[in-house]
Every structure is written in structure tokens, then in C-alpha cells.
């Protein structure tokens, strides 16, 4: 069954206490946390201490995408804040090994994310390294856009760069999954989903989750 990770972008940010336990309380397994500059995505979204105060509340791993640049000055940030994955994009990090090696070195999980645009190739050379990668279907910013159907392609290519290289590597997509379109990425080889608007927006975001860990 593939790891569901709900976007919390897209929960009621007046509830998000409720929000988070309505996961707690559902069969996702991660909740993912997009952090936003303004400035590599176009959109500023929570920051630190949100995140800190969610993850009290918390009873699954939080799942942190940092859609930010610079990212290697909030690593430690992110350990204090309760993360237990931490995904920082390619086209951020000038060295991105050393970014790795520093996320790795706080004890969490690290992942790499690639927006739409981004070859899978450039990742040869550190996918070994790598515990997930995180294929972005729309561009960053903002929640409720539409799927970009080339990223089922993205992960193939993705799947077999991880086979042929033997690696323990996690695929992840985000932006556009709903039950169409993660049953393709899961038949591509996918092993994670992120779902923000098709949750939360959803009557019945619990059935909604079950639905997508069925997939």
C-alpha cells in the first residue's frame, strides 16, 4: 500500500489543531509540512513555529518540504521543530551533496524534490545517497493546480535510475494526485502521495484518505 502524506497547505488554518488530529485519527501516514520563502516558490506559506506547534500535537512523522533557498541554513531548524523527513529542491542547493550530508547528520531522513521542468538524470550521481525523492506535478507555490502528466514519465525513469543503482530510495509525488491519478503513479512505480486540495476539500477527508491507501 503507498504511504499517503496529506498536505497540511491545504487544511482550514483557523482548525489546524482539528485538522491534525483528523490524520492522527485516519490510515495517512505522514503529514507533509511545504515551508515557503516567497522567494523560490511564490508564495509564503507557514513558518517554524507552526510547524513546531503541530508537531505537538502530531502522532505521525512530519514530512517537510522545504520549497525554500538557501535551505541549509534552517536544517537545524527543522530538527528542533520536529521534523523527521526533510526534502529540499535541486535547483536550491549549489551543493547539494553537502546539503544531504547535513540533513543526515541532524538524524532525519533526506530527500531531494524536482520541480516539473527538472530531468530525473541529474540525480545519478547522488541517488545512492538520497532516502527519498519528491517529483513535483505543478509548479510550486499553491495548492489546487492542475496534474502535469509528464511526471508519470518522470517516475519510470526515476524507478529504474534507483533499481539500476540498487538504492533504498523512496519515490514521492506532489501537486494534482487524486484516486486517478495516483493509481498511475503507484502503477509507475511510486511509493508515496501527497494530497493536499483532494483531502481536505473533500466531504469526508478520513474516506478520502482510505481511498488514496488503497490505491
Not at 482548525?15 to 511564490?42: K, L, T, Y
Not at 533557498?69 to 529542491?89: F, L
Not at 513535483?136 to 524507478?159: C, D, H, R
Request: aromatic share 6%.
Amino acid at each position: 500500500m503507498p504511504i499517503i502524506s496529506p498536505s497540511v497547505l491545504a487544511c482550514d488554518f483557523a482548525n489546524v489543531q482539528r485538522d491534525v488530529e483528523m490524520i492522527n485519527n485516519s490510515n495517512a501516514d505522514w503529514f507533509h509540512i511545504d515551508i515557503m520563502d516567497g522567494v523560490f516558490a511564490p508564495n509564503i506559506s507557514f513558518g517554524f513555529p507552526v510547524m513546531k506547534a503541530m508537531a505537538k500535537h502530531a502522532t505521525k512523522p512530519l514530512d517537510v518540504h522545504l520549497m525554500i533557498v538557501n535551505p541549509d541554513q534552517y536544517i537545524t531548524h527543522c530538527k528542533e521543530a520536529g521534523a523527521e523527513w526533510v526534502t529540499v529542491h535541486y535547483e536550491a542547493c549549489t551543493h547539494l551533496h553537502r546539503t544531504i550530508q547535513a540533513i543526515k547528520a541532524q538524524g532525519m531522513k533526506a530527500g531531494v524534490a524536482l520541480n516539473p521542468h527538472t530531468p530525473v538524470s541529474v540525480l545519478e550521481d547522488i541517488i545512492i545517497d538520497l532516502d527519498l525523492v519528491l517529483i513535483m506535478s505543478v509548479n510550486p507555490g499553491f495548492g489546487g493546480q492542475s496534474f502535469i502528466t509528464n511526471a508519470i514519465n518522470k517516475v519510470y525513469k526515476l524507478k529504474a535510475l534507483i533499481v539500476a543503482a540498487n538504492a533504498p530510495t523512496l519515490i514521492e509525488v506532489d501537486g494534482g494526485v487524486n484516486d486517478q491519478t495516483g493509481k498511475q503513479l503507484i502503477d509507475a512505480g511510486a511509493d508515496a502521495l501527497v494530497a493536499g486540495s483532494y483531502v481536505f476539500k473533500s466531504d469526508d477527508p478520513v474516506a478520502t484518505i482510505d481511498i488514496l491507501k488503497g490505491l
